[in-house]
C-alpha cells in the first residue's frame, strides 16, 4: 500500500539530547512537509521540502534541522535549542507545484522528560 | 488576525441532525480550500476539496464564498462516527503551504 509512514510513534528527550524523527513515503511524492501541532492551535509548518537536495524553512523553523538526501525520505531533528518541543509532529507529502492536497502519516508524539 | 479561523466548538448534536460549520480566511489571494478531519491524537485526513462552485460528497456539502472570504461545511444525516475535529485548510502563496484552522469539534450523540 502506498502511503508514508513515520517513526517511533511516541518519542521522549532528555535535556540537551537531539532526537530526530524519521518520515518515509512511497508515493513518489516530490514534496514533503513537517508540521507541529499543539492543543489548540491550528497546524504549524516547520520546513518543507520541493524536492530532493532542497529544502525551505517554514514559519518555526528554529531549533529544528532537516535533510532530504532520498526523495522518499524527510528526516526531523529536533535539537537541544528547541526549548518546548513537547508537541504531536506529522510529516506529509503531495506532488509538488499543485493544488493537490497533501497527505499526512500517522505522526510522532514528542515529551521531554 | 489569524490567517484561518474557526469557531472551536464542540457542536454536540443527536445523530440524524444537520449540522453546519463555517470557516473565514484573511488572504484574498488564497487559492485552494480544504476540509479535513481529524480524529482524537490522530493525523488529518482530507475530506473533500471545495470548489468555487461548490461540492457534494454524500452527506457532506462545502462551499465556497470568495466575496465575503468564508468557507462552509454542512453534514446532514449525521453518524456517530462523524464525531471529529474538522480542519479548514487554505492554500495561499506560489508553492503549496496551507494554512490550517485551529478546528471545530463534533460531538454527535445517540
Not at chain 2, 25 to 47: G, H, I, M, T, V
Amino acid at each position: 500500500d502506498g502511503g508514508i509512514t513515520q517513526s517511533p510513534k511516541y518519542l521522549f528527550r532528555k535535556e540537551g539530547q537531539n532526537v530526530t524523527l524519521s518520515c518515509e513515503q512511497n508515493l513518489n511524492h516530490d514534496a514533503m512537509y513537517w508540521y507541529r501541532q499543539d492543543p489548540g492551535q491550528g497546524l504549524r509548518l516547520i520546513y518543507y521540502s520541493q524536492i530532493v537536495n532542497d529544502f525551505q524553512k517554514g514559519d518555526i523553523a528554529e531549533g529544528y534541522s532537516v535533510s532530504r538526501e532520498k526523495k522518499e525520505s524527510f528526516p526531523l531533528t529536533v535539537t537541544s535549542a528547541q526549548k518546548n518541543p513537547t508537541a504531536f509532529y506529522l510529516c506529509a507529502s503531495s506532488i509538488s507545484y499543485s493544488n493537490q492536497p497533501q497527505h499526512f502519516g500517522d505522526g510522532t508524539r514528542l515529551s521531554i522528560l | 488576525r489569524k490567517e484561518v479561523e474557526q469557531d472551536p466548538g464542540p457542536f454536540n448534536v443527536p445523530e440524524g441532525a444537520t449540522v453546519a460549520f463555517n470557516c473565514t480566511y484573511s488572504n484574498s489571494a488564497s487559492q485552494s480550500f480544504f476540509w479535513y478531519r481529524q480524529d482524537c491524537r490522530k493525523e488529518p485526513k482530507l475530506l473533500m476539496s471545495v470548489y468555487s462552485s461548490g461540492n457534494e460528497d454524500g452527506r457532506f456539502t462545502a462551499q465556497l464564498n470568495r466575496a465575503s472570504q468564508y468557507i462552509s461545511l454542512l453534514i446532514r444525516d449525521s453518524k456517530l462516527s462523524d464525531s471529529a475535529t474538522y480542519l479548514c485548510v487554505v492554500k495561499s502563496g506560489g508553492y503549496n503551504k496551507l494554512i490550517f484552522g485551529a478546528g471545530t469539534r463534533l460531538a454527535v450523540h445517540p
